[in-house]
């Protein structure tokens, strides 16, 4: 089992289950890889969008 915990002064205050006991990803599992995702094609694209303006200024 793979878990995010969250803590406050030591105490658990949240966790979230990515995956359970048989091996087999949640629905928060699945929810959090779909937003590492956009992340990285958003920070991909921004990199582009510098890569073209300065090639451009030359």
Do not use: Q
Request: aromatic share 6%.
């Amino acid at each position: 089992m793979l878990k995010v915990v969250g803590t406050d002064h030591g105490k658990v205050v949240d966790e979230k289950v990515l995956i359970d006991d048989s091996n087999k990803i949640t629905k928060y599992g699945i929810i959090l890889i779909g937003l590492d995702l956009l992340a990285d094609i958003g920070i991909l694209f921004l990199l582009s969008k510098a890569v073209k303006r300065y090639r451009g200024r030359k």
